[in-house]
Nanobody, 121 residues
Framework: QVQLVVSGGGLVEAGGSLRLSCVVS????????MGWYRQAPGRHQELVAR???????DVADSVKGRFTISRDNVKNAVFLQMDSLRPEDTAVYYC???????????????WGQGTRVTVSS
């Protein structure tokens, strides 16, 4: 059974920094991508940043230059370093991993528990 465990988040003043961590555990064939999504109150969930297994990175325009995503393939972890935080970054952040669970192929989405990030002005 695959599990994603998230840590980090919290309350910070505008201009501050936070770091989110997400570790994948369990039995699976491969992790194809790992990333972070967020959902602000009254808004749809949106991609923040994602790293795919071959090294490609997708980063939302709204966080480029401020957020950095990194992946540790040994620890099966993904991190989101968030700098120069703004009130509009306030949201619940979710870790996502697209995983192939068996050698037969295909992939499924797995989600960690959300962690709240609140940026005060």
């Amino acid at each position: 059974q695959v599990q994603l465990v998230v840590s980090g988040g919290g309350l910070v003043e505008a201009g501050g920094s936070l770091r989110l961590s997400c570790v994948v555990s369990g039995s699976y064939f491969s992790i194809n991508s790992m990333g972070w999504y967020r959902q602000a109150p009254g808004r749809h969930q949106e991609l923040v940043a994602r790293v795919i297994s071959v090294g490609g990175v997708d980063v939302a325009d709204s966080v480029k230059g401020r957020f950095t995503i990194s992946r540790d393939n040994v620890k099966n972890a993904v991190f989101l370093q968030m700098d120069s935080l703004r009130p509009e970054d306030t949201a619940v952040y979710y870790c996502n991993a697209r995983i192939t669970t068996t050698g037969a192929g295909g992939e499924d989405d797995y989600w960690g528990q959300g962690t709240r990030v609140t940026v005060s002005s």
